[in-house]
């Protein structure tokens, strides 16, 4: 158990801040990578997909994460704060240095890609929290951070492995939220690494899988290619909305039909409403039947309006609508 004793002056000094960066949130994803939560399902396969591209990095993090607690000993080295309870340095990392290079490169491959909507997700917090100060006062929002952390008296009370007193003497507490933080809450108390030299209290953010999309890591524009054939689909079909993304590269009636996994015979249904709508040309080229995507289904395969791209006809439109 952690005890933060507190005086009135550090009530009054609590700060709440939007969370303490990409790095120390990729810290505390060490300890996802290796869990099993529901919720960080998609993001777990989305990080391991990019991993796999780099062999390296994915052989020294499994090395790494497979000793449990090691988040632990990487945030005290990247904190630089050595009043944390560690014990003895259990990673099995030959150096500090090596440490920070990890949580960097970790950084860019799970953080990096997904981190507007992790900070977005974090800012949300944030500013819960500022309403609870608000409106019922700090002791509330402090009894309110999580099941396991209590205001006792003056003391506010965080579960931990080994016992141990902190006097805020005057300086008061910056709370801080995490989106991967597994544990009840951290206690930092020295930590300039993190960019805050008051001591920080950093608790997980609440999260309800009933209701909240845990984000992915995916790129912006992955997001944003993948919603627009998904708003394709619900506009043409999805069997005709990823006949036109297939058709970006010239391709065959056999062809589509292999990378749609339907028959030449439904690939040619498809293709000419396709084609009576504007959006595909087919040639004859000797016995096989070639299709490309017009200017105007290129438009819209990027979204773009249709005043921007020329409006479809209204029979083509109607063709389109049917089942």
Same mark, same amino acid.
């Given at each position: 158990?952690?005890r933060?004793r507190?005086?009135a002056?550090?009530?009054?000094?609590?700060r709440?801040?939007?969370?303490?960066?990409?790095?120390?949130?990729?810290?505390?994803?060490l300890?996802v990578?290796?869990g099993?939560?529901?919720?960080?399902?998609?993001?777990?396969?989305?990080? #391991?997909k990019?991993?796999?591209?780099?062999g390296?990095?994915?052989a020294?993090?499994d090395?790494?994460?497979?000793t449990p607690?090691?988040? #632990?000993d990487v945030l005290?080295?990247?904190?630089g704060?050595?009043d944390m309870?560690?014990?003895?340095?259990?990673?099995?990392?030959r150096?500090?240095?090596e440490a920070r290079?990890?949580v960097?490169?970790?950084?860019?491959?799970a953080?990096?890609?997904?981190?507007?909507?992790i900070?977005?997700?974090?800012?949300?917090?944030?500013d819960?929290?500022?309403?609870?100060a608000?409106?019922?006062?700090?002791?509330?929002?402090?009894?309110?951070?999580?099941p396991?952390? %209590?205001?006792?008296?003056?003391?506010?009370e965080?579960p931990?492995d080994?016992?141990?007193?902190?006097?805020?003497?005057g300086?008061?507490l910056?709370l801080a939220?995490?989106?991967?933080?597994?544990?009840?809450?951290?206690?930092?108390?020295n930590?300039?690494?993190?960019?805050?030299?008051v001591?920080?209290?950093?608790?997980?953010?609440r999260?309800d899988?009933r209701?909240?999309?845990?984000?992915?890591?995916?790129?912006?524009?992955?997001?944003?290619?993948?919603?627009?054939?998904?708003?394709?689909g619900?506009?043409?079909?999805?069997?005709?909305?990823a006949l036109?993304h297939?058709v970006?590269?010239?391709?065959?009636?056999?062809?589509?039909a292999?990378?749609l996994?339907?028959?030449a015979?439904?690939?040619?249904?498809?293709?000419?409403i396709l %084609?009576s709508?504007?959006?595909?040309t087919?040639?004859r080229?000797?016995s096989?039947?070639?299709?490309?995507?017009?200017?105007?289904?290129l438009?819209?395969?990027?979204?773009?309006s249709a005043?921007q791209?020329?409006?479809l006809?209204?029979?083509?439109?109607r063709?389109?609508?049917r089942?």
């Amino acid at each position: 158990m952690i005890r933060i004793r507190m005086s009135a002056e550090d009530l009054t000094c609590i700060r709440i801040g939007s969370g303490l960066g990409p790095e120390i949130e990729a810290i505390f994803a060490l300890e996802v990578l290796r869990g099993s939560a529901n919720h960080f399902q998609a993001w777990r396969k989305g990080v #391991r997909k990019r991993l796999s591209l780099q062999g390296d990095l994915a052989a020294r993090l499994d090395h790494l994460v497979r000793t449990p607690g090691v988040f #632990r000993d990487v945030l005290r080295i990247w904190t630089g704060d050595h009043d944390m309870a560690s014990g003895e340095n259990t990673m099995p990392l030959r150096s500090h240095a090596e440490a920070r290079a990890l949580v960097r490169a970790f950084c860019r491959v799970a953080m990096a890609p997904g981190w507007p909507a992790i900070q977005a997700r974090i800012d949300a917090e944030t500013d819960a929290c500022r309403q609870i100060a608000g409106s019922a006062g700090v002791k509330t929002l402090l009894s309110s951070l999580h099941p396991r952390i %209590r205001w006792q008296g003056r003391c506010l009370e965080i579960p931990a492995d080994e016992p141990s007193e902190v006097v805020l003497d005057g300086r008061g507490l910056v709370l801080a939220p995490s989106l991967f933080l597994q544990s009840a809450g951290e206690m930092l108390v020295n930590a300039e690494g993190a960019g805050n030299s008051v001591p920080t209290l950093v608790f997980p953010v609440r999260f309800d899988p009933r209701r909240e999309v845990l984000p992915t890591g995916e790129s912006d524009g992955a997001i944003a290619a993948r919603d627009r054939q998904q708003s394709l689909g619900a506009l043409v079909g999805r069997t005709r909305a990823a006949l036109l993304h297939a058709v970006l590269d010239e391709s065959t009636t056999s062809e589509l039909a292999e990378s749609l996994g339907v028959t030449a015979a439904a690939v040619s249904q498809h293709a000419a409403i396709l %084609r009576s709508s504007g959006l595909i040309t087919s040639r004859r080229s000797g016995s096989s039947v070639l299709h490309t995507v017009t200017l105007l289904g290129l438009h819209l395969l990027r979204g773009e309006s249709a005043r921007q791209a020329g409006h479809l006809t209204a029979s083509g439109a109607r063709l389109m609508a049917r089942a």
